[in-house]
């Protein structure tokens, strides 16, 4: 066989993502995938799912609904359907074991793959034994949990409740133990991830190879009354000691009041569930993208669900994350202001802000032993 300079070249990037992805601690799965791939949008090799699972039939979508989707590998497009028994499991053995902290992410789409032209298909997703969420979209669509895990082995469990064969189109899982997101007694359900101010209005999202952690930027959420600002200026995240790490291009961009306003505000609103208080965690991501004249200031305060922090301060092209703020919403919404101190000559702004769920897990599998 002759191999060309071009073969060479996928050759070795297919070699330099491996490794790059084993370091990170990268399990990326299209399930319904015939063969490997690399995705040439993320660096991200995405493995078929015949070594994670034994159980379920791969299917593909039907042509006329077949997805493009940048950064998501061609798993739109392929699933796994589960015609057969009640609960099918997924196995995951990250290399770096039990006690550590791991972002899993599933996808999901039905795109007519059984010619049946279904409009609702309802199961259970798990998490080892706990109940992670109730898959009802039929879009394509993605769940995602920060998970501490007790075991060695992790389990994620697709369950029949009755209402529709269940099916799955990819499953990541990340190593996140060196990054602040950590909830030793529970997991961190992601409610909003929002990079604001980007001009680009045909990008979306931002993931890895951007963000070392892959988690996915949305940047369609807006604060009302607000104005984007940017920066092409660099932004050293490697040197920094923020460990959120966010990727240069969401902190090149924020939003600050419109003209007359000193005040920049938001409200997420939660699903109402009855004899529940949930806990959230909610943080902050700030940086100085302009450049302040001498004597001036930019100084804010933060009021979350009626409670004030700060006031704070940045530096010029610094990453600075604020919080995480742990709060009960009893009211069943999450809200925040960031507002000018008197004091201020300059308006308040933000660049991205998470809000988190944090979700207890009654029921605990026994540690491993060492």
Known sequence: MVID?????????????????????????????????LDGDTGIIYKT???????????????????????????ANSLRTFPEGKRNCYT????????????????????NYDSKNQTQIKFDLYIGVNHWTTVVDMQW?????????????????????????????????????????????????PKVQAGLGG????????????????????????????????????IDIQGSDDPCRLPVEVLRTAVQPRNGHNSLSYSYTLGHRENFTPEFLVFFHFAEIEQIAPGKLREFTITLNG?????????????????????????????FSINATLRSDLPPILNAFEIFELRSLPDSPTNQTD
């Open 5 to 37: 300079n071009n073969m060479l070249e996928t050759i070795s990037l297919i070699v330099w993502f491996s490794s790059n992805q084993n370091f990170e601690g990268f399990i990326s799965i299209d399930c319904g995938a015939e063969e490997d791939y």
């Open 49 to 75: 799912d015949k070594d994670f699972i034994s159980t379920g039939k791969n299917k593909v979508v039907a042509p006329e609904y077949n997805l493009t989707t940048p950064y998501y590998g061609n798993m």
């Open 92 to 111: 995951l053995k990250p290399r770096q074991g039990k006690n550590q902290n791991y972002f899993v992410r599933a996808f999901f789409y039905y795109g």
């Open 141 to 189: 669509t993605y769940y995602e949990i920060i998970h501490y895990s007790v075991t060695d082995t992790i389990y994620v469990c697709l369950v029949n409740t009755g209402f529709g064969v269940p099916f799955i189109n990819g499953l990541d899982l990340r190593f996140m133990n060196d990054s602040p997101y950590r909830s030793m007694n529970g997991s961190l359900i």
């Open 199 to 234: 001009l680009d209005p045909t990008k979306k999202a931002m993931r890895y190879k951007d963000d070392v952690y892959d988690r996915i930027w949305r940047f369609d959420v807006n604060l009302n009354d607000s104005v984007s600002i940017s920066t092409e200026a660099n």
């Open 307 to 335: 409670l004030n922090y700060g006031p704070f301060t940045l530096e010029y092209l610094k990453p600075l994350t604020i919080g995480p703020y742990k709060l009960q919403v009893p009211e069943d919404q999450v809200r």
